[in-house]
């Protein structure tokens, strides 16, 4: 079963998104709620500077946790 999307939520992105200086595994941060299945996910660098910022479907987005939670 998988957990809906919120805002804060870490998440990996599932493909490249060269034209951004995005590729397979990123880490971002979800940060708005744009639509139905479309988030506005941050990408940053090991210092926290910001790489990319844009739209994306939940889809692509795989949510990336540190404990197990159960239902």
Sequence with gaps: MRRELKLLDT???LKDVPEMKVVFGQVG???EKLGEDVF???FADRL???I???AIKGQDLMLLHYNMEFA
């Design 11 to 13: 998440v990996a992105i």
């Design 29 to 31: 941060t979800i940060v």
């Design 48 to 50: 926290g500077e910001t």
């Design 40 to 42: 506005e996910v941050e």
């Design 52 to 54: 990319a910022e844009f």
